[in-house]
């Protein structure tokens, strides 16, 4: 191998390395029954990232914040949350719960969970409030 191939397999490794560091660091998801048993250990903050119609209809009734992710508001909203408390994110699927985790954890929080979609949670027992 010549010089230049070594230095291009170092910097891809370096890559590799550093890019999968940050991605096993974005937002931990835990599946409703993981989420029941860290829930009794440390109950922390509920978070609701869907729109406010969506919240309107039903939640969690655990939940404790309703920021909508997609609203230009929401980075303002996290800005606002202390960060050593442990927040539990959902929406309807986990994907948005998934995106606002990572933006809290790259804003600083350390204790952000992905506890993923409204009615997974609500199939597992979790109790639903409906409308407001």
């Not at 397999?9 to 999968?20: S, T």
């Not at 790259?106 to 639903?128: C, D, M, R, S, T």
Request: hydrophobic share 30%; with cysteine; charged share 25%.
């Amino acid at each position: 191998m010549d010089f230049y191939t070594i230095i291009l397999i170092v910097i891809a490794a370096v890559m590799v390395l550093y890019y999968g560091a940050k991605l096993k660091n974005s937002g931990e998801t835990l599946d409703p029954e993981t989420f029941k048993e860290k829930w009794k250990q440390d109950s922390g903050v509920v978070i609701d990232v869907r729109t406010k119609s969506e919240h309107k209809g039903e939640r969690l009734d655990i939940t404790d914040h309703n920021y909508d992710i997609t609203d230009s508001e929401f980075s303002e909203q996290i800005e606002q949350l202390d960060k050593s408390k442990t927040y539990y994110l959902y929406c309807r699927t986990g994907s948005r719960s998934g995106r606002a985790a990572r933006m809290m954890e790259q804003n600083g929080f350390e204790h952000v969970y992905n506890i993923g979609g409204l009615q997974k949670l609500l199939n597992a027992g979790f109790n639903k409030q409906s409308g407001n």
